[in-house]
């Protein structure tokens, strides 16, 4: 049975709802929702029939209206749903990507090999992480680094940017990460240096932009494919005691620093009613 929201100060470790922080604020969301993916996807929308272009915004509002629907009734399973563009951002980058590449056909051997590099990279890399993280680093990751907030649909738990900070590697795994993650910084910079002089002139674009779209967009598909936040909210949501318990210490220091202003505020006031009398 999923855990059901419940306001801060009264969570237990049976009722407490689990939420990707990112995703709290309703307006963040949408923006992320309404910018973030489109892109990468114009190519794709510029040359698609109407069916394609109205499934395309269709799978985009129902993220958005499921994201809605778990405001108003809390659910496990519909936050994970209404999350899953933000923790699968990279693949869905990446798939945009290829999409709009095969779709105008400008594809080349170049940007096929590294649309597979890309490919294998991210598997490799999240199959690693996912593969070490533990529930134990997990819920000692989010309690230490996480940033908890608690608020009346749950505890906020923003992951990570970077695993190195609560998994542990054999040197060999350190050794492969970080030479693909330097592999496709040298690519994205490469990019950039090749196409960067071009970027504010039309001429030649149509030549131009499959070059730039991939040398630098599939990169970024790369640093954004965390789908490892996936099994981390997963450790979290199954051990939330010791994120209840720092939650409620980050919430009662912020209600006490909160009382200590108001003080302060009032007794600069009143110092200031002070002079102003003497004067």
């Known amino acids: 049975m999923s855990p059901k929201a419940t ?3 009264n969570a237990t470790p049976q009722t407490v709802f689990i939420r990707y922080e990112p ?13 973030c993916f489109f892109p990468f996807f114009i190519p794709f929308l510029i040359e698609a029939s109407l069916t394609e272009r109205l499934l395309f915004f269709g799978v985009t509002v129902f993220f958005m209206i499921t994201y809605l629907l778990e405001r108003l009734f809390p659910s496990h399973i519909l936050h994970q749903v209404s999350i899953f563009p933000m923790t699968f951002g990279g693949p869905i980058i990446f798939f945009g990507l290829n999409l709009s590449l095969m779709t105008t056909g400008r594809t080349t051997p170049q940007l096929e090999l590294l649309a597979v590099s890309t490919a294998l990279s991210i598997l490799i890399v999240n199959a690693i992480i996912i593969r070490r993280m533990t529930s134990e680093d997990s ?4 309690v230490k680094l996480g940033m908890l907030t608690m608020n009346k649909h749950g505890i906020g738990v923003t992951p990570p940017w970077t695993t190195s900070l609560f998994v542990t590697f054999i040197q060999w795994e350190v050794y492969l990460i970080n030479g693909i993650r330097g592999l496709m910084i040298v690519v994205w910079i490469g990019g950039i240096i090749s196409q960067g002089p071009y970027m504010y ?3 030649g674009i149509q030549d131009r932009w499959p070059m ?5 967009g599939f990169p970024i598909a790369f640093f954004f494919s965390r789908f490892w936040q996936i099994p981390f909210l997963w450790h979290c949501q199954a051990s939330p005691g010791p994120l ?11 209600t006490r620093e909160a009382k200590l ?3 302060q505020e009032a007794k600069d006031a009143r110092k200031k009613r002070a002079r102003s009398e003497r004067s």
């Open 212 to 216: 730039a779209f991939g040398f630098m």
């Open 261 to 263: 202003e108001a003080e």
């Open 201 to 203: 002139s039309t001429v």
């Open 244 to 254: 209840i318990q720092k939650a409620r210490r980050n919430a009662a220091r912020a």
């Open 7 to 9: 306001r801060g100060d």
């Open 139 to 142: 819920v000692d990751a989010a």
């Open 23 to 35: 995703a709290v604020d309703a307006g963040r969301y949408l923006l992320f929702m309404s910018v």
